[in-house]
């Protein structure tokens, strides 16, 4: 009886050991990723968010930490959110750099620590690009490019312009003015911004532009009627994000002064981003382009591409999530990419 008893204490610890084997075999690792927005007001960034929670749903031990300022600025809190991420030692972290100097100096500390970066949206300057694996998202050159086709194909004489960024020391608006000062200067310059349009193929820039907005929309909106208002003959006015579209109404009630110069082409009112509500304006008649990103898509992909990090696989640098490019001729059928 005794020897039954036995037998059977150590068939039952047998069966235990492989058991717990088997569960620690088939285990999913459990990962806790940040993707850092320059803003938390911002809906273009909302869809980038909504895009890393698919991917928490979809992709398996994959938690998603969408956390940023939330309100615009020169970039000091988010620095601080991410070396609080370093700090804490999350898994991995997807940064939307708002100051790429700022932001090349403080992963530093991430890549001491161990912790993998993905940049998307926005990079760093190139030569802080050994601070992260990889960057996914648009290539920022090809919006000022594709907004720039646009204005030339409304304006083909040239004109006056004045060009509308985020902050200065953002490398993905930067990219962008000088996609489209090279564009429709007819010349690739070395870095960005660019160079400034002085007559280059009849273009020059407004005195007082480029306008910085920093991701303050009411103050976008406010530059906006500004700068038309105080140049009735302005010819192309081209934000670099749709930053007086998102806030819809106050963006109508401006640009509605103007309806009949969009109508008749003196005034090429081009806009990055497509959003729905800016779809809209497009095709309310307030907007003759729009050329957009997929924000969706790098959230998603940020996700995704930090556990292949985790795992050892090797991820593509840059990977680029596309382009929409949008007019009126088209508005109904342009938008691709996820969502």
């Known amino acids: 009886m005794m020897r039954s008893l036995i037998l059977g204490a150590s068939a039952l610890a047998l069966l235990a050991g492989i058991g717990a084997g088997a569960g620690t075999a088939s285990a999913q690792e459990k990962y806790t990723f940040a993707l850092v927005p320059k803003n938390m007001n911002n809906p273009f960034f909302d869809q980038a968010r909504d895009g890393c929670k698919k991917a928490e ?17 020169g970039g000091e809190e988010q620095v601080q959110i991410v070396q ?66 646009i204005v030339q194909g409304i304006k083909p004489d040239g004109g006056t312009i004045c060009i509308q960024s985020g902050g200065a020391a953002a490398e993905n608006h930067n990219e962008r003015m000088q996609g489209i000062r090279d564009t429709l200067a007819g010349k690739e310059s070395k870095d960005p911004p660019g ?5 280059q ?100 992909e940020a996700m995704k591409f930090l556990k292949d990090i985790k795992e050892g696989k090797e991820v593509k640098d840059p990977t680029y999530t596309g382009l929409d490019v949008c007019t009126p001729e088209n508005a109904d059928t342009c938008i691709g990419g996820g969502g």
């Open 57 to 73: 749903k979809e992709i398996e031990g994959v938690t998603c930490e969408y956390i940023g300022p939330g309100e615009h600025g």
């Open 201 to 300: 193929n009849g273009w020059t820039e407004l005195d007082g532009c480029p306008l910085y907005t920093n991701d303050d929309f009411p103050l976008a909106v406010q530059q906006m009627e500004d700068i038309l208002a105080a140049n009735p003959k302005l010819d192309a006015f081209v934000p670099t994000g749709g930053f007086p579209q998102f806030i819809p109404q106050a963006y109508r009630n401006v640009a509605g002064k103007y309806k009949s110069r969009i109508d008749d082409k003196s005034l090429a009112l081009v806009v990055a981003d497509t959003l729905p509500v800016q779809m809209d304006i497009l095709k309310d008649g307030l907007s003759l382009g729009q050329v957009g990103q997929r924000p969706f898509d790098m959230g998603y």
């Open 195 to 199: 160079e400034r349009l002085t007559g």
């Open 84 to 149: 609080d991420l370093i700090s804490r030692g999350v898994d991995g972290i997807a940064v939307s750099p708002a100051n790429a100097a700022a932001m090349g100096r403080v992963l530093r500390q991430a890549k001491d620590a161990g912790i993998p970066v993905l940049t998307w949206d926005s990079d760093l300057l190139p030569q802080d690009h050994g601070e992260r694996v990889a960057y996914v998202g648009t290539k920022n050159y090809d919006i000022g490019v594709n907004l720039a086709k």
